[in-house]
């Protein structure tokens, strides 16, 4: 089991069949770098196009379409001092005919990282429409300049190569993964993928310092990160949604739209996993859930929603 450095040279807005930059074994880890929503890198530099660029994909060696992935996120952490945020919630999360009342010139907010505290608050700066300098804009007004947030480092966008050979953008979703925009997915988390193409193709990038729920204004506190992650591969464990497990709960993922679509993938893929894997008959499995589940919002803004379906992990420890 070796633990591999990689530095990206290049990267990728869309999720797909790429040429691999890394052939890794099960159970390797690999420590790298990603680079903000934005395409800025850990200086500040320009170093690719916006639109969420990955770092990858890594080639999982022996992996073949029906079997199944999980990556533990070893270690997630942002590695420069700012990052941004939009500053407006989107509509579909609104009622048809709000208006803000407020002007909307300023486009992104920027936020600033203290490391020592594990902290994030809003710098006495926002950035440009187009963000390409994050030293420019307004300061930022009282109160959000006495706000201190939490950091909650997660990736908003990471997969493997979609079936079929297609290539998805890294604004959407699907059962490959993609832009799930969930929190949750943060260190210590495991994320279980299906595999559709030869040697999974696993892509991460996206780097959130925090975001709320949904991601209702389109971001997260977009920030290039410094990333280890362990894979191991699943030989015959076909699952059909990504799947995730914490120290808490396990969860299954829908992404989709209408939300209503998300429910119904995420809830079906829990029912799956109970019965697959837990020894527990479905009408067992009916019944826990009606009174025991749990549902998180993911992304409530790209063009596939995200839902999350979760079972308190002690719950399944009295059924055992």
């Known amino acids: 089991m070796a633990h591999h450095k990689f530095t990206p040279t290049h990267y ?4 797909g069949s790429h040429e691999p930059v890394l052939a890794i074994a099960s159970g390797d880890t690999v420590s790298t770098t990603t680079v903000c929503a934005g395409g ?57 005919g709000y208006v803000p009342q407020f002007d909307d ?27 390409t300098s994050l030293g420019q804009g307004t300061p930022t007004t009282s109160p959000l300049k006495d706000l201190i947030l939490p950091l909650n480092p997660h990736p908003g966008c990471f997969g493997v190569a979609p079936p079929r050979g297609q290539a998805i953008s890294t604004a959407t979703s699907s059962t490959h993964g993609g832009n799930m925009d969930y929190k949750r997915f943060n260190q210590g988390t ?12 696993f892509h991460i990038g996206d780097g959130h310092a925090l975001q709320g729920d949904g991601e209702i204004v389109g971001t997260g506190i977009e920030i ?9 591969l699943h030989k015959g464990k076909t699952i059909a949604w990504p799947r995730g497990e914490n120290d808490a709960h396990i969860f299954t993922v829908g992404n989709a739209r209408p939300l209503d679509q998300c429910v119904e993938h995420a809830t079906t893929e829990m029912i799956r996993w109970l019965t697959s894997d837990f020894g527990l008959d479905e009408r067992t499995v009916h019944v826990l859930l009606g ?13 596939a929603y995200t839902f999350v379906c979760k079972i308190p992990k002690r719950v399944l420890q009295t059924l055992q």
């Open 224 to 232: 290039s990160f410094d990333v280890t992650f362990t894979i191991h």
């Open 12 to 15: 990728h807005t869309t999720i």
């Open 105 to 131: 010139d300023i486009a992104r907010v920027l936020w600033e990282i203290d490391f020592e505290n594990r902290t994030a608050h809003p710098a006495e700066v926002s950035c440009d429409r187009d963000h």
């Open 291 to 303: 009174q025991a589940i749990e549902y998180d919002m993911g992304n409530m803004f790209d063009p």
């Open 40 to 96: 800025k890198d850990k200086n500040g530099a320009q170093v690719t196009e916006g639109g969420n660029p990955q770092t990858g994909p890594f080639y999982v060696e022996g992996a073949e379409p029906g079997d199944s992935i999980s990556v533990m996120f070893d270690y997630l952490m942002p590695n420069r001092s700012h990052g941004y945020t939009s500053a407006r919630i989107a509509p579909n999360v609104l009622d048809p």
């Open 190 to 201: 495991a994320v279980y993928l299906p595999v559709f193409a030869h040697g999974a193709l």
